[in-house]
């Protein structure tokens, strides 16, 4: 490995980073990658990529659009169904995070892969030098305290890591990749909890090591980054490349409308025409904390009329979660109010909102909208089997019959598909789990439903059957708040369309100003077309 | 002179305790957590047991010890690549033990459920201040030094408490995950197994059908006690072995007897272990990871 003490910073200024697509030869082949899941699902399809040595690869496209898959390959972790991966023109095995290592190649994730428990130094020394050494933490500490002079990244080496923010973590994350002295430098949305000057910070790092010969790949749905930062970007939707281009000479504009497509909006059940009545909920300069402490919704306002699906378009992550957490009484509000038919939210939980008319389908259904090992009987009550109408005389007793027959009620309804009411929930198919749980919140007969990505993992049929049922109670004259991040369910079911990035509200659209691009640049935190740095 | 005999007596109770959670303590810092350190304990003590008889007491440790590898091999191999539930393999080492011996025994000296180990083939002990010892006492305490040395002044020690916290933070320092708990479950086999042959060839110079009575629970409960910290598995292992000894020596005790039924006093470790845990679970975090598979996709 060559010795990171040896040329600092603007010794190698001069070297001029090109692309592949200037005329550079590539150093970095990916060949067709195939990615197929154990369970089916084609991750990737005949993936190219090629990169140049120095340069900065912008990685672009939507949730789920692969990005993040087709890294993971190259950086050890998964492995791909076909296809071929070179580096300086030689095919390599990467098998596993060790072998990428071994070639140079480090990933710095966006889940952080730190151990809690360890401190910074621990964190980074993991994994290096003889098994049965002991490890040499007075170098190590001499070594990255160069690092971090270097880079202008600071962060304390001795604290447990589960006792830094977030954006310390990331930061010791990109050192702990940076000491193993890797000549591809692959980052997995990297600035998703920094501040923008930590960003700015970490964008001149990238030139400082672009420039001295590290070759990056930088994983972004934010086209101001893309614009910012690359030599060139690779746009990737739906597992396949839709195309690669030289950052010069771009446009936001440009990036969005490769990143989306161009595709007409899908049919979807007729809505019904209503007068506009007054709010169901409305909610005012609402901020929400999110795990790390940070405010990950800030100042956000917006009314839901009734007969109306409102809906949060975004990349996953801007604060859709929190949003809907705390409105569905999961998480607590820390600035702002909230109304429900006009009474007040703030500091009620989730039986107390039921009774005031909410419904929640929950955005993880495994963790928050079922009992995976309940049966299918018992999850048809949950949320509402304290009620007396399941109960056989005294409060805290049920009566099974009641259950069954409602529940059998409920299956036939919703069209759930199962072997019996006794079978376990985790039996039952995603779609036929998630029409139990969506016929269940509708059963609560409410005047506003919360529908956090309702189709997210469902096939076809059980999507259309979903997005039918969630138009069906827009027409009887209910709100529905939906949470997406599948533009075109978003396009395809919305009245109005809120689109959140970075914790606040861009912009609110009509349906008759739906616009794909538009929402696209939105979702990339671009305003109006007018790209911000 | 009574005093002096309870002491020899609960430290040589300390090292099966001791040397069983030291390797159990190792496994668990990696996540496998095994719970069928009783079967192995068992198994190893009856192969031990043939070994001697073959070869002489130290060829009866090492069948114990390579035994006991093997049978930790096996629960890692189900823990680690074919992502098996912990809990139901150790239950199965358990039961299989169980039957194993008991029909080894039967098999191997035709007598049933029981058979003496003949001085000639145990592990001959060395005289002490305190009274004749074994060394395998000794063995134990650099055993503990080892461990604790291994998980926190080494590399791979590093690497153990990574596995245990959080796999796919070590997967992506390119820790080879499964290879760190393979050795975590393999080591605890050996140690377990080393423990089993102090049972038979050693200390109690028999077996049995049920030789470690309970002793590899006890050593669970002292790997709670001891937070995962080697030493203090030495001091949890003569807390537990001094009233293992304790019951050993009462129920023996004519004079005590007349007065608390002996049951009550063979009650004791348990009992104690019983509440020693209790007091100590709930202030104690384990690994996050431990006990769970680590799967990439």
Redesign the interface.
């Known amino acids: 490995m060559p010795d990171r003490s040896a040329p600092p910073a603007g010794a190698a200024g001069q070297y001029k980073p090109v692309s592949v697509l200037a005329g550079a030869p590539p150093w970095l082949e990916m060949r067709g990658i195939t990615k197929v899941y154990p369970n089916g699902t084609r991750a990737l399809e005949n993936v190219d990529l090629r990169v140049a040595k120095g340069e900065i690869h912008g990685l672009l496209g939507e949730n789920g659009a692969g990005k993040s898959t087709l890294m993971k390959i190259l950086s050890g972790i998964l492995p791909f169904t076909s296809g071929r991966i070179l580096l300086g023109g030689r095919e390599v095995s990467l098998r596993s995070t060790h072998d990428a290592l071994a070639h140079g190649i480090g990933m710095v994730h966006q889940h952080f892969s730190l151990v809690p428990t360890f401190n910074a130094l621990d964190n980074i020394i993991l994994g290096r030098g003889a098994s049965l050494a002991s490890p040499d933490r007075a170098a190590a500490r001499k070594r990255i305290q160069r690092l971090m002079e270097e880079t202008g990244l600071h962060a304390p080496l001795d604290i447990p890591i589960e006792q830094l923010p977030v954006g310390t973590q990331q930061r010791i994350e990109i050192l702990k990749t940076l000491d193993r002295n890797v000549d591809l430098l692959i980052l997995d949305e990297p600035t998703a909890v920094l501040t923008p000057q930590e960003t700015d910070q970490l964008f001149e790092v990238l030139n400082g090591l672009a420039a001295r010969g590290t070759t990056i790949i930088l994983i972004t749905h934010k086209l101001r980054e893309v614009l910012a930062l690359t030599n060139a970007v690779t746009v990737l939707r739906s597992g396949r490349v839709v195309g690669s281009r030289l950052t010069e000479g771009a446009t936001a504009q440009d990036l969005a409308r490769m990143m989306v497509g161009t595709e007409r909006l899908p049919e979807v059940k007729e809505r019904r025409q209503h007068e506009k009545t007054e709010p169901v909920l409305r909610v005012a300069g609402l901020t929400v904390k999110g795990d790390g402490g940070q405010d990950a919704v800030k100042n956000v306002s917006f009314e839901i009329n009734a007969g109306e699906i409102f809906a949060i378009a975004g990349v996953t992550g801007n604060g859709q979660s929190e949003l809907i957490e705390a409105l569905s009484g999961l998480r607590p509000i820390a600035n702002g109010r909230a109304y429900l038919l006009g009474h007040s939210i703030n500091g009620k939980g989730p039986r107390e909102l039921y009774r005031m008319g909410l419904a929640h389908v929950p955005e993880d259904r495994h963790r928050l909208g079922m009992v995976a090992q309940f049966s299918v009987l018992e999850n048809s009550i949950l949320g509402v089997h304290h009620e007396p109408r399941f109960r056989r005389g005294l409060p805290g007793t049920l009566h099974w019959g009641k259950v069954r027959r409602y529940a059998r009620d409920l299956v036939h309804r919703f069209q759930v598909v199962t072997p019996s009411l006794a079978t376990p929930m985790r039996s039952l198919s995603g779609g036929n789990q998630q029409k139990l749980v969506v016929g269940r919140e509708l059963a609560k007969s409410p005047s506003l439903i919360i529908a956090g990505q309702p189709t997210r993992g469902l096939d076809v049929g059980a999507t259309a059957a979903i997005r039918d049922l969630l138009v069906d109670i827009r027409n009887e004259g209910k709100a529905v708040l939906l949470v997406s991040a599948d533009l075109d369910e978003v396009l395809a079911l919305a009245d109005r369309v809120a689109v959140m990035y970075e914790g606040e509200i861009l912009a609110i659209l009509e349906r008759h100003e739906f616009d794909r691009e538009r929402i696209g640049l939105l979702m990339g935190g671009v305003h109006d077309g007018s790209a911000a740095g | 002179m009574l005093v002096q005999s309870l002491i020899l007596a609960a430290i040589h109770a300390m090292v099966p305790l001791t040397v069983t959670a030291t390797g159990e303590i190792l496994s668990e810092r990696a996540g496998v957590v095994n719970i069928g350190l009783e079967g192995i304990l068992l198994i190893s003590a009856f192969t031990a047991v043939i070994g001697a008889e073959a070869g002489g007491p130290l060829a009866g440790l090492m069948v114990g010890l390579l035994t006991g590898a093997l049978l930790g091999l096996i629960h890692g191999i189900i823990a680690v690549y074919f992502r098996g539930d912990q809990t139901v393999s150790g239950v199965g080492l358990n039961i299989l033990a169980l039957g194993v011996v008991a029909i080894g025994i039967v098999d191997r000296w035709g007598a049933a459920g029981f058979h003496r180990v003949d001085r000639a083939f145990r592990v001959q002990p060395l005289s002490t201040p305190l009274g004749a010892m074994s060394p395998m006492v000794i063995v134990t305490i650099l055993l503990a030094a080892l461990t604790w040395y291994?998980l926190q002044?080494?590399?791979?020690g590093?690497?153990i408490?990574?596995c245990g916290?959080?796999p796919?933070?070590?997967?992506?320092?390119?820790?080879?995950v499964e290879r760190v708990r393979m050795f975590g479950a393999i080591y605890a086999g050996a140690l377990t197994g080393l423990a089993g042959a102090y049972l038979s060839v050693d200390w109690l110079a028999t077996i049995t059908e049920n030789l470690p009575a309970g002793r590899g629970f006890i050593a669970l409960a002292t790997v709670v006690f001891s937070r995962l910290n080697p030493w203090l598995a030495v001091v949890g292992g003569l807390i537990f072995g001094f009233f293992d000894a304790l019951g050993l020596i009462a129920s023996t005790s004519q004079e005590l007897t007349r007065i608390i039924p002996y049951q009550f006093i063979q009650m004791m470790p348990y009992v104690v272990t019983l509440l020693v845990v209790a007091g100590v679970i709930g202030r104690f975090r384990s690994p996050?990871a431990s006990g769970q598979a680590y799967r990439?996709?």
């Open positions: 291994l002044h080494t590399n791979l590093l690497k408490q990574a916290e959080n796919a933070a070590a997967d992506a320092a390119g820790v080879r996050s990439r996709e």
